[in-house]
């Protein structure tokens, strides 16, 4: 099978299309023909040496991604949930060694869902990693309830355009920063407020939420600590709670913690039945064909991507 190898960190054209094993479906997990792959920042973290690359770096082949979307194939040993020609989707092996880049990928059965019908490959790939992130946040840790105020920063990116819709799911009232370009986007999936980050300080015109998702790091994550009301609760998946920032954070009586994704199939079902029912729709900005991959991660890297960036195997 194809598959990218990143021989050694650096620039998107490190990452070497080549002929490799296919890999074999071990205990638990599923021999998956992908059919489309999600390119995320963290992506492009990893390719350059920084992020998760310390972890993986010592893996041959080093194949990097998560997010997948395709047909099962086959099945090991125990595997309970899916069978040959399933639909899944899915984050793989998150945080490790994913090894999405390729044609076949094996995972574990728990990292996985169903597809659901009425959506697109392309579209089911783009609603892991980052779909999850939002969900494991505001549900998962920050327990979102109805009528709470959510502020969701850069609203309409990867993350930020599940996290409106997830918000506005729950009930919630949902405030979006991006460029005064994007705000017609944010009212369409549901925002309620829509700022401009680039002409008003956040900080100055929110001052009662309940809940921060932030997605920019420390300095925001800091920032953020004044658009909440007493007893609200930012969570950053950056790593921008910082010791000194949850400090500050205790004094003002908020929570403030940092969140990284982890794989769960458990939870990728419960956003399959979000897809399925149309409460979730995934925005997929540009599409690559497998060889351009390098060009996908072009496209992530300028950080103006308006929902979700996908590569496609077919």
């Known amino acids: 099978m194809k598959a990218f190898v990143l021989q050694e960190p650096g620039a998107p054209e490190n990452l070497k299309l080549q002929e490799i094993d296919k890999p074999a479906p071990q205990k638990g997990e599923v ?29 041959n082949p080093l194949i ?21 020609g399933d639909e899944v989707f899915g984050m793989v092996n998150f945080p490790g060694h994913g090894k999405a880049y390729a044609e076949y990928v094996a995972a574990p059965e728990s990292h996985l869902a169903h597809k659901p019908a009425n959506i697109s490959h392309s579209e089911a790939a783009a609603a892991t990693l980052a779909a999850l ?3 494991q946040v505001l549900v998962n840790e920050a327990n979102i309830k109805a009528g709470e105020r959510v ?45 401009d980050y680039h002409k008003h300080k956040v900080e100055d ?37 910082t010791e000194a920032v949850q400090a500050e954070a205790k004094r003002r009586n908020i929570e403030a913690k940092s969140y990284l994704v982890h794989s769960s199939g458990e939870d990728q079902s419960k956003l399959a039945d979000l897809l399925r029912d149309g409460h979730l729709k995934s925005h997929v900005a540009h599409t690559f064909p497998f060889e351009e991959m390098a060009k996908a991660h072009e496209q992530v890297e300028t950080r103006k991507t308006r929902g979700k960036v996908v590569v496609n195997l077919e």
């Open 133 to 135: 992130t939002a969900w």
């Open 205 to 241: 015109v929110v001052t009662n939420a309940d809940i921060v998702l932030d997605s920019l790091g420390e300095e925001n994550t800091r920032k953020s600590l004044a658009t909440l009301r007493e007893g609200g609760r930012v969570i950053s998946i950056l790593g921008g709670a």
């Open 31 to 59: 021999l998956i023909k992908v059919k489309a792959i999600s390119i995320n920042p963290v992506d492009t973290k990893v390719r350059e040496g920084k992020a998760l690359y310390s972890s993986i770096k010592d893996e």
């Open 151 to 195: 502020l969701v920063h850069a609203a309409a990116g990867g993350v930020g355009h599940y996290a409106v819709q997830i918000a506005r799911y729950f009930d919630a009232i949902v405030i979006g920063t991006a460029s005064e370009e994007n705000h017609e986007f944010l009212r369409n999936i549901g925002a309620n407020e829509q700022i």
């Open 64 to 84: 990097i991604g998560w997010d997948i979307s395709g047909v099962v194939e086959a099945v090991g040993d125990d595997v309970k949930y899916f069978k040959a």
